[in-house]
């Protein structure tokens, strides 16, 4: 049994987590240990379209907005797999989806402190030693314990379905997050409607439009109009050190008031992806008299009935 009492647990291995494994990794005098119940990593696997890009510049990776020196930086990455140069002549503006996928695997393949397959069930709290224990379940059913000074949650958020998608068949209704993995209805749908107005609903309609055999599409939002994230460069300052450290002394009442007005620094969809469905559109317009597509803002669903009803 594993006795050891770790400076650092982290639970959930995704690029949060992840990045902080690389920036600890340096650090010999600090003991950290990482757990995903995942078999391996793995980022948003259903929305990995081809094409389908981050919305913050290559910079932000795992580490260097923290280290530029560190070896798990996306530099360090292109120069090991022969891709540096050719980055450099490409000069992309942030990375693709795919291509960060493959990154974060490699920069995986180079930490030992990686736990997979381990997943956290329960944590208590050992007052007279003043440390955490983490319940973990392996995936082949045995129980073990870890011991931790400090917790780091980075377990990401769970999908959401409303409460009117729950009265249909699983197979008719698709989260964003399996959009990949659920092709094969996807491809047999002849009517197919998208709910939501932020980047992955605009991939995914982006993506229905390319295909050779469009379906009828509907795209449906609440809000009051497809909002673009705001992407100019002033807006940016707001991820700096300076005004995080500026945030963080405000009180609770007014952090929320300025998170509040400032969703579309990192809501709504990017500038280039609506642009490039706004030409897709007229480009079939051009290629034939109707298109089997309507878009609805201010439109919020509140019931949906099961065509096996009628």
């Known amino acids: 049994m594993d006795t050891r009492i770790y400076d650092v647990a982290g639970i959930g291995i995704g690029p949060f987590n992840l990045g902080l494994a690389c920036l600890c990794k340096p650090i010999n005098d600090l003991t950290t240990i990482f757990i995903d119940a995942k078999k391996e990593f793995s980022w948003h696997e259903g929305m990995l379209i081809p094409g389908t890009t981050l919305q913050v510049t290559w910079l932000a990776d795992l580490v260097t907005l923290v280290d530029p020196s560190s070896k798990f930086s996306y530099l360090s990455y292109l120069r090991e797999k022969n891709k540096i140069l050719q980055f450099g002549i490409y000069e992309p503006a942030s990375l693709t989806r795919t291509e960060f996928n493959r990154y974060c695997q490699w920069a995986c393949s180079k930490l030992s402190n990686l736990y997979f397959g381990t997943e956290a069930r329960s944590i208590s709290y050992d007052v007279s030693k003043e440390i955490f224990i983490i319940h973990c379940s392996l995936n082949m059913g045995k129980e073990v314990l870890i011991r931790a000074k400090k917790i780091v949650l980075g377990v990401g958020a769970m999908p959401y379905l409303p409460e009117w998608a729950n009265v249909l068949d699983s197979d008719k209704v698709i989260h964003s997050s399996n959009y990949l993995n659920a092709q094969e209805p996807v491809e047999k749908a002849e009517d197919i409607m998208i709910v939501g107005s932020g980047q992955s609903a605009g991939e995914i309609f982006y993506n229905l439009l390319e295909k050779p055999s469009q379906p009828n599409l509907s795209w449906v939002t609440r809000s ?76 919020n669903i509140v019931k949906v009935i099961d065509d096996k009803e009628y």
């Open 224 to 299: 009051r109009q497809l909002f673009a994230m705001e992407a100019a460069k002033m807006n940016f300052e707001f991820t700096s050190p300076d005004f995080i450290d500026y945030f963080f002394s405000l009180s609770a009442e007014t952090k929320a008031k300025m998170l509040h007005r400032q969703n579309y620094l990192y809501k709504g969809i990017s500038q280039q992806l609506l642009n490039s469905i706004y030409d897709r559109l007229y480009e079939a317009q051009q290629e034939r008299e109707s298109v089997p597509v309507q878009i609805m803002t201010n439109t």
